[in-house]
């Protein structure tokens, strides 16, 4: 294994990783309140050597961690929001719900932020030998539908790195090839008139007619447009509870994504004029304030095949008996496809990069994509058939095959951060492309004033 001296770092430590991944499992924090992670993981790093930046793009949960001066400088991402709506007892076989919590790591940010903690402390000890190159890592909140990097990215945060390496839990060991779309989210408020339902049912104007018509405007609409491209919604706030009243106030919010940003902004303009329409047929008028609004992936060829040569050098984690019995429980209770059912039940191999798919979901580190050379890769914490954001995969996130390719995720990343800085042609090659692929550009979707929603 290359620099095995180094990434044996992560294994002679490996009780640490795993605290910290616990803690935040135990302790889990949403959108931009993040507050006991960013304590923990900061300290950390102090404590390890790391200079630390706080309040980074005036986000009380953002923080750089840099360590050594020279150069190339490689960024490691960080993750370490859960998910709201979200409750499960973890390590077990079964649905259970925790009583009096409704938010859990359903996407296995504890162990991302555990790997990525790993990472860059092995990255430091050969910094600390050798005196090459220079690693910082980005502490990145709200990655669960508040956009964090992307208000990062606006205020130029991650243009202080040459390359950034960074892993996000999975089923499968995988270099990522697949895109993400870009996308837009807005909020619809729309204002009627109140008015009793019964006895004056003429005087009012309802706001919660104008987003049902709005919705079904927007529905028709899905027969006339891209078919790589999505729309979402969901009512913020109906108007009350009261039937028998006309809702005098009615809030929608819609996610709209595209293969790139162009596309969103035409979609939009669609769905604006939609909108516009529901006013014209119900006598309300609406408003609109954009929430956040992702780029579309940019994939850089030198990164993944450097990435994926580290990946192959490092021995899979072994499931043991114990493993294997939780997860047969745990795959009986998903629903797999043909090809899930002849699959191992955990990954046994890294799959070469596969060629790009459509996919249909957005990530905000396609902004950080557009700042700097970028590559990530799937780790494969979960079993076969896991769905993301499920009461199963927040299970297994504190489970203990997860918690071992998390070390084996910190290895990944650590070993591809330091092929970099001991070969830096591939980082100006990797540069080269990045150039050649952004264009004339990065234009940030949200305005310079738009705060986080909280």
């Known amino acids: 294994m290359l620099f095995e001296k180094y990434l044996n770092v992560i294994e ?12 935040l499992y135990d302790n889990p924090e949403i959108c931009f309140r993040e507050f006991e992670a960013v304590r923990l993981l900061t300290h950390k790093l102090e404590g390890n050597g790391f200079t630390v930046e706080r309040n980074v793009a005036g986000i009380e949960t953002a923080f ?36 009096g919590k409704d938010t859990h790591h359903g996407c296995g940010h504890n162990l991302f932020a555990g790997g990525s903690l790993a990472a860059v402390l092995a990255i430091k000890s050969y910094i600390e030998e050798t005196g090459k190159g220079s690693v910082v890592l980005f502490g990145c909140p709200a990655e669960e539908g508040g956009g964090g990097k992307v208000f990062l990215a606006r205020d130029g945060v991650f243009n202080c790195a040459d390359a950034i390496v960074s892993w996000h839990p999975e089923r499968m060991y995988m270099v990522r090839t697949r895109p993400a779309l870009a996308n837009v989210m807005i909020d619809y408020e729309f204002e009627g008139i109140a008015a009793h339902a ?38 913020l706030d109906a108007g009350g509870r009261a039937p028998n009243m006309v809702q005098s106030h009615a809030v929608v919010r819609y996610m709209i994504r595209c293969v790139d940003a162009k596309s969103v902004r035409d979609l939009k303009e669609r769905i604006d004029r939609i909108a516009e329409g529901a006013t014209l047929m119900t006598d309300t ?14 994939t850089i060829p030198t990164l993944q095949a450097t990435a994926n040569e580290a990946m192959h050098d490092i021995d899979l984690p072994v499931p043991t008996e114990e493993e294997l019995e939780y997860g047969k429980a745990l795959q009986a209770t998903m629903t797999l496809t043909d090809e899930e059912k002849t699959m191992p039940l955990f990954a046994t191999e890294v799959r070469d990069p596969a060629p790009p798919v459509a996919h249909g979901g957005s990530t905000d580190t396609a902004d950080v994509s557009w700042n700097c050379p970028t590559v990530q890769m799937h780790i494969g914490n979960w079993v076969t058939g896991t769905p993301g954001h499920s009461w199963q ?10 918690k071992r390719s998390m070390l084996y995720a910190g290895k990944a990343v650590a070993g591809t951060a330091l092929r970099l800085i001991e070969n830096p042609e591939l980082v100006k090659k990797a540069r080269e492309e990045h150039k050649a692929k952004i264009g004339e550009g990065y234009v940030c979707g949200i305005s310079k004033d738009l705060k986080p929603c909280y």
């Open 198 to 235: 019964g006895a004056a049912p003429h005087k009012g104007r309802s706001a919660l007619d104008a987003v049902e018509l709005m919705n079904i405007g927007a529905n028709f609409l899905r027969e006339h447009m891209e078919l790589t491209s999505r729309i979402h919604y969901a009512i």
């Open 64 to 99: 750089t961690a840099t360590y050594g001066t020279g150069s190339p400088k490689i960024g490691v991402l960080a993750e370490y929001d859960g998910l709201e709506s979200m409750s499960q007892v973890g390590g077990i076989a079964e649905k259970k719900t925790i009583e």
């Open 393 to 402: 995969s927040a299970s297994q996130s504190r489970g203990t095959y997860a």
């Open 12 to 23: 002679e430590r490996k009780d640490e990783f795993y605290e910290v991944s616990d803690a």
């Open 285 to 298: 008028k609406v408003s609109s304030t954009v929430v956040s609004a992702y780029a579309n992936l940019i």
